[in-house]
């Protein structure tokens, strides 16, 4: 079954660490560029991090979001199949629905990653909350 599967999230407090998990079974995620987002309640869905496939020309080159950025790293683990997303010092503005997707893209990342139209395959999420 060709699926994504999200792990990892809890509760934290501000200031802590988290790593999220993004399995894949049936395909082969080095394959794909890999995308992070997350909504917030009443908000939209928003590109967090995205990795672009090793074998693509950007050759597993990694973006972020602003909000994010020198506090997020996004990894893969391709003899797990696995996408990490690592979230340090976390606030409670990261409080959210975190998705990870799988790219139909393998040129122009920085034009296509935040576009969640550009995604045909998504996990069912996992929970994270910042909160005191």
């Known amino acids: 079954q060709v699926q994504l599967v999200e792990s990892g999230g809890t509760l934290v407090q501000p200031g802590k660490n988290l790593r999220l998990s993004c399995a894949g079974s049936?395909?082969?995620?080095?394959?794909?560029?890999i995308g992070w987002f997350r909504q917030a309640p009443g908000k939209e869905r928003e590109g967090v991090s995205c990795i672009s496939s090793s074998t693509a020309t950007s050759d597993g080159s990694t973006y972020y979001a602003d909000s994010v950025k020198g506090r997020f790293t996004i990894s893969r683990d391709n003899a797990k199949n696995m996408v990490y997303l690592q979230m340090n010092n976390l606030q409670p503005e990261d409080t959210a629905v975190y998705y990870c997707g799988r790219g139909t893209f393998y040129n122009d990342h920085r034009l296509y990653w935040t576009t969640r139209n550009e995604y045909d395959l998504w996990g069912q999420g996992t929970q994270v909350t910042v909160s005191s």
């Open positions: 049936g395909f082969t995620l080095d394959h794909y560029a």
